[in-house]
């Protein structure tokens, strides 16, 4: 038997509510009809089901707010359909009140322990079925309503924790780069320091280098002129000339002195360097030959690139292309090409040690030694809107657990001390958020590293 019947108008004396509804599982069709009667004249719907297997049914396909449920019933008792109910995520929080004629504690009890909010005794009284059923279904709507209050509480919860995170990170990245920031304008100010106090004596020495080159070529042109006119110049200064190699010294003596201007030219390209690749940048971008910024780099960690005493000198190979100036903050992206270049030769310095390298393999690049050399090549190429600057290194290379942490802040595979894990991170913040680009990396293990840098060309 399943009857669902739309209730009455409710009795003006019961608060107005969304209509509930109420299962009925009794095999007394008496019983049904005394409480559809009276749960419908007081504004509810009412479903009945004869048996606890039609009633678990009835409450699966359409969840009421609350079921009574007789105890006993043939082919399935109250407390097994009780189980069953409770036992289901559909209608386990559905509150259910036992029905008995039984006075027994023990059965009280028990219906309690399999779940059961409150019981009513047969024969019924309908002010305290309806009294009792009120209360339940009150605690109902508050339990729903604390849920839901709950439910906005963790997810407002939830809001603020991604929001105070996101600010976290924020707040993290706008410190890295207010330290990196620093960390360039106190390098600019110290190489320009250093620069301004190299800059005066090698000026001094330079200007002095000059003259003393065209006084020597006088000098050398006066003795040679001397010797011409004079061949016989007597036996003490034929001692002296033949003691201290005069005619070496004619030949050597201007080589030397223009040995040591190129070396105070060298110097001073070396500091002009300096303070290009430290310079701080400005607010808007400026159009750059990125190549410039790339060997600039290069020379200053040309002593990194030397021969150690652990392995041959790194080989660098570069391939750069043809295209027009690139429109960026150069400052930044020096610090970019420095941090992956230095990174490279970290790597194969360290796949080197690892592997007891010999100290002459790798000696010469030639196309037997091309795979096994330390090797790290530069390759830049250019289409209608972007630059690709590609920077690999034939190190020990990297699993994919450590590859996608890379970029990570504070995160370094280095052994204390020996890196700060930020470089990379600060890197791919320059390319991505500054720049508008993009910065990967291709790695595995045994087979090197590749960092790939896309640039717009605006």
């Not at 005394?34 to 009412?46: H, K, N, P, Q």
Request: aromatic fraction near 6%.
């Amino acid at each position: 038997m399943k009857t669902m019947v739309s209730h009455n108008q409710p009795q003006q004396n019961i608060d107005t509510r969304q209509t509930e509804t109420i299962l009925v599982i009794d095999d007394s069709p008496t019983n049904l009809e005394v409480l559809y009667a009276t749960l419908s004249d007081v504004g509810y719907e009412v479903l009945v089901e004869m048996d606890g297997f039609g009633g678990i049914e009835q409450a699966l396909n359409n969840p009421p707010d609350l079921i009574l449920l007789d105890i006993m019933m043939p082919k399935i008792n109250g407390f097994e359909a009780c189980r069953k109910l409770q036992s289901n995520p559909i209608t386990k929080d559905i509150p259910i009140i036992f029905m008995t004629a039984l006075a027994d504690t023990a059965e009280k009890v028990k219906a309690f322990q399999m779940g059961a909010v409150d019981y009513i005794t047969k024969p019924f009284q309908q002010e305290e079925v309806i009294a009792r059923i009120n209360v339940q279904l009150k605690l109902r709507r508050l339990n729903i309503e604390l849920d839901q209050q709950k439910q906005k509480l963790e997810e407002r919860v939830t809001e603020r924790t991604a929001e105070l995170s996101q600010a976290l990170e924020e707040l993290k990245q706008t410190q890295l780069q207010l330290v990196q920031t620093e960390k360039i304008s106190s390098l600019g100010q110290m190489v320009a320091g250093v620069a301004h106090e190299i800059n005066n004596p090698i000026g001094f020495i330079s200007t002095n280098l000059y003259h003393a080159s065209q006084y020597v070529r006088d000098l050398i042109q006066l003795i040679q002129v001397y010797r011409e006119k004079f061949p016989q110049p007597g036996q003490e200064i034929e001692e002296i000339i033949e003691s201290i190699d005069l005619d070496h010294i004619s030949v050597d003596l201007p080589k030397l002195i223009s040995s040591m201007k190129l070396g105070s030219d060298q110097i001073r390209g070396i500091m002009q360097s300096m303070r290009n690749y430290s310079r701080a940048d400005g607010a808007e971008k400026k159009a750059v030959d990125i190549h410039e910024g790339i060997e600039t780099t290069l020379m200053i960690l040309q002593h990194r690139l030397k021969a150690q005493t652990f392995r041959p000198a790194i080989h660098v190979v570069k391939e750069y292309g043809n295209f027009p100036p690139v429109r960026c903050y150069p400052g930044q992206l020096n610090q970019v090409f420095m941090n992956l270049i230095a990174n490279a030769i970290d790597a194969i310095d360290e796949t080197i040690q690892e592997n007891n390298w010999e100290s002459d393999r790798g000696k010469y690049l030639t196309p037997d030694t091309v795979l096994t050399a330390p090797l790290i090549c530069i390759c830049t190429t250019a289409d209608k809107e972007y630059v690709t600057i590609q920077i690999g290194d034939n190190g020990k290379g990297m699993d994919l657990s450590v590859r996608d942490q890379i970029f990570n802040a504070f995160y370094t595979t280095k052994s204390e001390g020996k890196g700060t894990g930020l470089g990379l991170s600060i890197s791919y913040q320059i390319i991505t958020e500054k720049h508008g680009g993009t910065l990967e990396c291709i790695s595995s293990p045994n087979k090197g590293t590749e960092f790939i840098i896309q640039l717009p060309f605006s």
